[in-house]
């Protein structure tokens, strides 16, 4: 009897290598304007991009790479580009463009904790972001002595209980999500030991500039969450979203959170109807609704992303009478004092 031959012997097949973890993709984040701008095929001098390294000293570029792969090749208008490229416009004073624009320090009540409107206590967790915007009204804080995690959550947690009034928490930053997710649920945990809050809310771009930090244990921790959580984002251009923002989305809907979204109205970025209707159509089809549409704060290094409020009523009209009303947000502004948001037009 002939033996039977061996089976051969194959090599193991090799795991795809798991995909990397949303601290790996922050940690490569693009640094340097002038590789941003080679890798999307452009130049700076023949573009007529006034790059500013002083810019960029003041406010460091940050940019997930992600972000930048929705970018337009060789294009110097791209809208996502102009949001992030650090210009020599930045370092012009304006008259009345200041450090803080809308009167946080004034607002502050403890260690990381704002209270401007009634019922609601801010806490700006961290100073983190995963992108850093030109126009942040918030680039010129100082998260260093006045991030609530500092004092490890105890002050910014007394004080909103001490104060039975306050039924909604707001978290934001920088990026309350660019912190780890043991770090929130210390957080949360902390919070849900008073019994007068009602609400959550996270204000929050990571979903659409790194869609990887909506993991498994994120959204454990988001459907664990003991109050209704609203999940306000920021997208100010339809093509910030793709299908991995689209996916990141699906999943957060998916733990019964209310996904909104703020934008900034910004020259040369979405300050056209065709543009506006954009973005709300494509966050609507990604499960997300229109909330604020923001008048720029006019926070120092900002002053040319500027539209004159004459011309962002008539966009705001047109669009109104383009789409139905649940895509259309409110156009406002924030001004220091304000027992919330002004819409325009305004006295």
Avoid at 16 to 40: C, I, N, T
Avoid at 97 to 108: C, E, M, P, R, T
Avoid at 225 to 242: I, K, Q
């Amino acid at each position: 009897m002939i033996p039977a031959a061996p089976a051969p012997q194959h090599a193991p097949v090799p795991l795809a290598p798991s995909a990397p973890r949303w601290q790996q993709l922050w940690r490569e984040a693009m640094r340097e304007p002038r590789e941003l701008l080679a890798l999307l095929g452009l130049d700076a001098l023949a573009e007529g991009l006034a790059v500013s390294d002083a810019a960029a000293m003041q406010f460091p570029l940050r940019v997930p790479r992600g972000f930048v792969a929705r970018m337009r090749h060789g294009d110097p208008h791209d809208p996502l580009l102009r949001q992030v490229l650090p210009l020599d416009a930045e370092m012009q004073p304006m008259p009345g463009f200041s450090l803080d624009a809308v009167g946080d320090g004034a607002a502050k009540a403890g260690h990381g904790v704002i209270r401007k409107y009634r019922g609601r206590a801010l806490l700006v967790s961290t100073g983190s972001c995963a992108i850093h915007c030109r126009y942040c009204f918030r680039r010129h804080f100082p998260y260093a002595e006045e991030t609530a995690a500092a004092s490890g959550w105890r002050e910014a947690v007394e004080i909103i209980r001490g104060d039975a009034g306050i039924d909604e928490v707001i978290l934001s930053g920088g990026d309350p999500w660019s912190l780890a997710t043991p770090k929130l649920a210390e957080l949360t945990d902390a919070l849900a030991t008073i019994p007068h809050l009602k609400r959550l809310r996270v204000h929050t771009r990571l979903p659409v500039v790194l869609p990887e930090r909506v993991d498994d244990a994120l959204v454990d921790w988001l459907g664990s969450l003991p109050w209704p959580v609203t999940v306000v984002l920021h997208a100010n251009h339809a093509n910030e979203f793709d299908a991995t923002v689209d996916a990141a989305l699906a999943r957060l809907r998916a733990t019964g959170a209310l996904l909104l979204n703020q934008a900034v109205l910004l020259r040369g970025v979405n300050d056209s109807v065709d543009a506006l209707a954009a973005l709300s159509e494509r966050g609507h089809a990604a499960g997300v609704l229109p909330y604020y549409l923001h008048q720029l704060d006019r926070v120092q290094g900002a002053a040319h992303f500027e539209v004159p409020d004459e011309i962002a009523l008539a966009l705001h009209r047109a669009l109104a009478a383009r789409l139905s009303g649940y895509l259309v947000p409110r156009l406002v502004r924030e001004v220091a004092g304000d027992p919330g948001k002004r819409p325009l037009p305004y006295a």
